[in-house]
C-alpha cells in the first residue's frame, strides 16, 4: 500500500492455457521480474477464427520495462535467457500438476527447451 517494492515478494506469475481451439490456442506465459516468456506449444494450430494463432515459432521473449507494447521479440538474440526462462516455467508447471494440450496424435505436448 506504500507503493515501495518489498524484496522478499517474488514478481513471478505463470499463465497456462493448454486448450483450443479459441482465439489464441495452447500457450503458456512465464513472467519473472521484468523479462516474459510465452510459449506457443502448437504455433500453427488453427483458432475459432481460421487463423494460425502465431507463425513466429514456438517463442516469445519481451523486456516489458524497455517494451511493454510487447513488440520486439528477443527470442532469438537472448537465448541463454529464454532457456533459463523455459526451464523455470517447465518446474513450475510440474509443481502445479499441470494438464498439457496434445498433438493430432494424441500425444501430450510439454513445453520444450530451444535446443534439447
Given at each position: 500500500l506504500t507503493g515501495e517494492g518489498d524484496?522478499?515478494?517474488?514478481?513471478?506469475?505463470?499463465?497456462?492455457?493448454?486448450?483450443?481451439?479459441?482465439?489464441?490456442n495452447y500457450f503458456t506465459v512465464w513472467r519473472d521480474g521484468d523479462y516474459k516468456v510465452i510459449y506457443h506449444a502448437l504455433p500453427e494450430t488453427k483458432?475459432?477464427?481460421?487463423?494460425?494463432?502465431?507463425s513466429g515459432g514456438n517463442y516469445e521473449v519481451y523486456h516489458l520495462?524497455?517494451?511493454?507494447?510487447?513488440e520486439r521479440n528477443l527470442a532469438a538474440v537472448k537465448s541463454t535467457l529464454l532457456k533459463k526462462m523455459m526451464a523455470d516455467m517447465i518446474q513450475e508447471l510440474e509443481k502445479c500438476?499441470?494438464?498439457?494440450?496434445?498433438?493430432?496424435?494424441?500425444?501430450?505436448?510439454?513445453?520444450r527447451i530451444p535446443g534439447k
Open positions: 524484496e522478499a515478494r517474488k514478481e513471478q506469475f505463470l499463465m497456462h492455457y493448454p486448450h483450443g481451439p479459441h482465439r489464441s483458432t475459432t477464427g481460421n487463423r494460425v494463432q502465431f520495462a524497455n517494451d511493454p507494447f510487447e500438476g499441470a494438464n498439457y494440450p496434445v498433438d493430432e496424435s494424441g500425444k501430450e505436448v510439454k513445453p
